[in-house]
Nanobody, 122 residues
Framework: QVQLVESGGRLVQAGDSLRLSCAAS????????MGWFRQAPGLEREFVGA????????YLIDDVKGRFTISRDNAKNEVYLQMSTLKPEDTAVYYC???????????????WGQGTQVTVSS
């Protein structure tokens, strides 16, 4: 079992930067691929990106490449989503998730946090 808790979401203005954190407890954090997803009102939960166990490789959807980065600190059991040049269309609830493989499909992830709201005003 892994428990995940996201934090850092808040109301920001377009063009601002924001860092989300996801703290993990329970079984060995470093044994999981960590993913970030987001869900805007009325839309499906969308894969944003993922980071491999050792942090050596990250994957991001095209829409956020160049603006978002993912990192992790296995000593602290945390994963981060650094977001910059935020746009109103980035507004969503952001979730972190733990799984065994880097996958775009949310069904491939075993554990989820409760989400943190990011709102970007224009």
């Amino acid at each position: 079992q892994v428990q995940l808790v996201e934090s850092g979401g808040r109301l920001v203005q377009a063009g601002d930067s924001l860092r989300l954190s996801c703290a993990a407890s329970g079984r060995s954090f470093s044994s999981y691929v960590m993913g970030w997803f987001r869900q805007a009102p009325g839309l499906e939960r969308e894969f944003v990106g993922a980071i491999e166990r050792g942090g050596q490789n990250t994957y991001l959807i095209d829409d956020v490449k160049g603006r978002f980065t993912i990192s992790r600190d296995n000593a602290k059991n945390e994963v981060y989503l650094q977001m910059s040049t935020l746009k109103p269309e980035d507004t969503a609830v952001y979730y972190c998730a733990a799984g065994q493989l880097v996958r775009w499909d949310r069904r491939e992830y075993d554990y989820w946090g409760q989400g943190t709201q990011v709102t970007v005003s224009s």
